[in-house]
């Protein structure tokens, strides 16, 4: 029984080290799939570059499904609406897909007043509808915990290089043999729905 019991075990821990963890890559960033918060209300799966967690990371995917909503342009339009509306320094833009001729939105949120840790967050957004699915929405987003002369440029830096890439990605997951601990979820709110701007980072917002 003792040593049927020590095979058990070993069985188990072997079967958990080649456990595969799905991910997503886009470009050459590969990010791992999290977990998102029990009382969101769509279809949600978050992604995140391995061992960082939702309590402090630096890049983050989302894939949302709104089963009733169809038209990617006007939901786009909301966000911009929303974002433009959460302060004067706030600022977005539309892209377009030549190919395609679907729409990107590139856009800046920022932590709500109530968050005890001030943030900036970067987010490229777009969105389509797929007959029997809802709309889906994909989003990248970079957040920024400390801010400087060289926020502008490292933002700037990151859309030329993460545009064109983000454009293509599939979202469709891989998997592999999970090397690190999977991020814990906390909760918390989606930066993305409540675009606040706090004094501190209105200057960063004038050289993008």
Do not use: C
Request: proline letters at 7%.
């Amino acid at each position: 029984m003792k040593h049927h019991l020590l095979f058990t075990v070993a069985f188990a821990a072997i079967a958990n080290l080649l456990s595969a963890t799905p991910y997503i890559t886009i470009g050459e960033l590969k990010l791992f799939r999290a977990y998102a918060p029990e009382d969101s209300q769509v279809d949600l799966r978050e992604y995140l570059p391995a061992g960082e967690t939702f309590e402090r990371w630096s890049r983050l995917a989302s894939v949302r499904v709104f089963k009733d909503l169809k038209d990617p342009k006007e939901y786009l339009s909301n966000v911009a609406a929303a974002v433009s509306k959460s302060s004067p320094a706030a600022r977005y833009q539309f892209l377009q897909n030549d190919k395609t001729k679907e729409y990107i939105l590139d856009f800046m949120t920022f932590a709500p007043d109530s968050e005890p840790v001030h943030f900036a967050e970067w987010n490229l957004m777009r969105a389509k509808y797929v007959k029997k699915k809802g709309l889906i929405v994909y989003q990248y987003a970079m957040r920024f915990y400390e801010f400087g002369e060289s926020t502008g440029s490292v933002i700037r830096a990151e859309r030329n290089k993460m545009t064109q890439p983000f454009n293509e990605a599939t979202f469709e997951e891989n998997e592999e043999p999970n090397q690190s601990p999977e991020p814990t979820p906390t909760a918390g709110t989606s930066a993305a729905e409540q675009p606040l701007v706090p004094a501190a980072v209105v200057a960063v917002m004038r050289t993008l």
